[in-house]
């Protein structure tokens, strides 16, 4: 099988990712029967200003006529407003229809660091990705109790709907059937109770309308036959998760407090899987604090390209890549300062793939 893959490394440490990312797939052994071409996309803050688009036109064009996968870097955002700049990632998510972000979170035990949890994770994130507060329909208006006029109030549109709900719920009880499947093929997995469950995740107690309405929809898609054999469970505060299904904005901080007990951020990946392409994306951003020195940890996007992989059917060149980066963090000889060690980027590139 011949696949077309988009690249799209967009600002700082995504520069020196994403090209980790394209070198795995260049090695993948080649008794699975893949061959890769390549296609360089421009999209970030810097193509905003060097071009006056984030997200250039054929860059959308290119991933939607000629891409069956791409990996997306990071990108950066000025935390103040910037005329005619807006956030390039949620706009492709929405103009390709990747309604959901995927985001496995597994602990790998390694002597180059300890683990956070005393109990290692092995769960995934399922994070709506097309609406919530994200809909970014803000405004900002003088508070009419102040006399003086100065005083301000700012108010955000936090939007959900039975559709995407469902379809979120849906894809998220498909991936607990698949990681049940799995777990059973492989006779991996401790018995704990969470396997083959899906938690929706929600503040209906507070916000009875918008979360009340994710709450009852997923409940209702995940009530579906062909779901019988997953336990579902809602929010409930315990050790163990297998699936968790969220609105945006729970899906990506929930997302960044994982990444925090498995060790790093930058061991994160994701997907953005949808209705075609499906787009590998690491979790964290464009790391400015540590932008060209070359020691950015390239396992969050060495993962991420299994996530894609795994999505786009190919579910044995995902496990070699998976496997490959377990065993190198389990030696622990190569890691890279976020996690305690003083190997490169490329070392560490290098390290897996000589395991594939
Ligand atoms: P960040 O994820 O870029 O960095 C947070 C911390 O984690 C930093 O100390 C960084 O050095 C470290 N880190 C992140 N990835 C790492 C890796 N692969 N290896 C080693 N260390 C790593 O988040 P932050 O600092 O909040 O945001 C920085 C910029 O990135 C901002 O402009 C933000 O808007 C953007 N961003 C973009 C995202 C995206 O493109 N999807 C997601 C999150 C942030
Ligand atoms: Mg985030």
Partial sequence: RSL????????????????????????????LGLSFSFVDLDAGFDCFKRTGAALPDKTVKTLKEECDGALFGAVSSPTTKVAGYSSPIVAMRKSLGLYANVRPCKTVLSPAFASPTKTPIDLVIVR???????????????????????AQIAEAIKRISSKASWRIADIAGQI????????????SGTSHTKQGMVTITHKSNVLSQTDGLFRSTAREALSQPHFNALKIEEQIVDKYYDVIVAPNLYGDLLSDGSAALVGSLGLVPSANVGEGIIIGEPCHGSAPDIEGKGVANPIATIRSVGVMLEFMDLPDAAEVI????????????????????TATTQQVTDDIIKRL
Wanted: net charge negative.
């Fill in 128 to 150: 709506e990705n097309t609406e919530d507060l994200y809909v970014k329909e803000e405004k900002t208006y003088p508070d009419p109790s102040d006399p003086t006029g100065k």
């Fill in 322 to 341: 998976y496997k490959a980066v377990d065993a190198s963090l389990a030696e622990g000889k190569l890691v890279t300062p976020d996690l305690g060690g």
């Fill in 4 to 31: 077309r893959i988009g690249l799209i490394p967009g600002d700082g440490i995504g520069r020196e990712v994403i090209p980790a990312g394209k070198k795995i797939l260049e090695s993948l052994p080649s008794s």
């Fill in 176 to 187: 607990a059937l698949r990681r049940d499947k799995m777990r059973q093929a492989s006779g």
